[in-house]
């Protein structure tokens, strides 16, 4: 470990299958007034909407609604929930849903007592929030973007074709509480369910794809990422085996909840490939990951040459005898293209949606981060985007 850092994660966990039993006890530290939040429904038809509610009214909770947040949600939703949330005088804002909503309870946090523009001083300044932000509580109900115990945020901002994410520096943004029931996971669509999976596999790989020191960090993401695979195949299969579904889920927050990035630089040049095709297309985030990560990793697989061979034989069980480090490395991105179709992840960005027009539009949008073992330049971004299409 070659690196200084700091590590604190305030946010409480609670994990399990009666997990949401928990949910009175936290609600007891704040006001009454609560501003639940949630997405277009998939809440109501699962019954997990009507537990909660019982919950809040039982702690003789004002309950004030932001329904509708769509996945990836926009500025202009944004903007409508401030305003809910502040003729609410909201004490505690509490997201039930996936990493949209989540995200969006913490946009809605750092900017209700905003005088400036969210947009553009989080969003396009990164600036730090300088007024009073409210806690934010969440019910996660899909797994993947690790939001439940981060301080990430993501909007997207249709009109100026942008998808931001801000990750605050403040551990005040993220969730004071989180609570993580695998059950709640089982309704969702096949399709979601995978892109979520792959969502945590990129969220290990982002930070793993970076530095050349021996680094503790790099064994329990290998570790995570084995967990992850064997899971996934379980799932995929059986999506109704919680064995399996509740390790996705744990893996998920702790692929995301800054333990991975400890001593990393991290690399994140998938999600801003991603995000611009995101704010393109509106794909699912994770499709968008997947779309574009082989082109992506076999452009980088030079500069990084030692690392993937370490990911091809402590990930993927690659045998390295009498191979060079080249084949070992190729076998191990092999094996894990074999993996994504297996699941049925979105293998271009065409079947997203995108098509040869776009790519201008998708490479002006893509953030160029100097992370990794290789900073790209614009050409090799619109090349690795034609090699994605
Ligand atoms: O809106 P509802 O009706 O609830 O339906 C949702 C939505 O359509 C549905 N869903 C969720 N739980 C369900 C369910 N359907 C049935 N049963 C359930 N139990 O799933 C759909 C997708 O939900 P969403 O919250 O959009 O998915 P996800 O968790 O993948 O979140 C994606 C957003 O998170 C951002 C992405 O960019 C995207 O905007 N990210 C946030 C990150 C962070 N905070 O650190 C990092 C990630 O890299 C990511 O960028
Ligand atoms: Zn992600």
């Known amino acids: ?45 699962n019954g997990i909407y ?22 990836n949600p926009t500025l202009e939703k944004l903007y409508e929930g401030v305003e809910i949330a502040r003729v609410a005088n909201a004490d505690l804002l509490l997201a039930v849903g996936g990493g949209s909503v989540c995200d969006y309870a913490k946009a ?51 009109e100026q074709k942008l998808k931001i994410g801000h990750v605050f520096a403040d551990e005040k943004i993220m969730p004071r509480f989180s609570i993580l029931n695998p059950k709640y996971t089982m309704t969702l669509p096949h399709y979601q369910m995978v892109a979520g999976i792959y969502d945590i596999f ?25 967990s992850l695979i064997v899971s996934s195949r379980i799932a995929n299969k059986d999506p109704k085996n919680y064995e399996a579904r509740s390790n996705i889920m744990w893996t998920a927050t702790w692929a995301l909840n800054t333990l991975l990035k400890m001593g990393k630089s991290g690399d994140w040049e998938v999600h801003m490939l991603g995000q611009a095709v995101g704010a393109i297309t509106n794909a699912t985030h994770g499709m968008t990951l997947a779309a574009v990560s082989l082109p992506y990793y076999q452009h980088i697989m030079p500069y990084g040459l030692k690392k993937f061979k370490r990911f091809a034989e402590n990930v993927w069980g690659v045998n390295a005898e009498n191979k060079t480090d080249e084949q070992v490395a190729q076998e191990g991105l092999c094996e894990m293209e074999k993996w994504m179709k297996e699941l049925g992840l979105a293998m271009n960005i065409s079947e997203l949606g995108a098509n040869k027009q776009n790519i201008d539009d998708i490479a002006k949008a893509t953030l160029i981060l100097d992370g990794g073992y290789k900073t790209l330049t614009p050409e090799e971004v619109f090349e690795i985007l034609k090699q994605s299409i």
């Open 1 to 45: 470990m070659l690196g200084n850092f700091n590590y604190c994660n305030p946010t409480k966990l609670y994990f399990g299958d009666d997990s949401l039993k928990n949910l009175s006890t936290e609600l007891e530290k704040y006001g009454e007034n609560v501003v639940l939040i949630y997405g277009g429904g998939s809440i109501k038809k």
């Open 202 to 226: 990129n969220h290990i790989c982002e930070q793993y794809f970076s530095g050349d020191d021996d680094n503790t960090t790099d064994y329990i993401a290998e570790g995570l990422m084995r």
């Open 108 to 158: 809605v946090s750092v900017s209700v007592n905003c005088e400036e523009d969210p947009w553009e001083k989080y969003y396009l300044k990164f600036e730090e929030p300088t007024c009073e932000t409210l806690p934010v509580g969440c019910v996660l109900t899909m797994v993947g973007t690790g939001s439940e115990m981060n301080a990430g945020s993501v909007i997207t901002n249709h």
């Open 50 to 71: 009507d537990e909660v509610v019982k919950i809040l009214e039982r702690n003789g909770k004002n309950i004030t609604e932001i329904s509708g947040v769509m996945p």
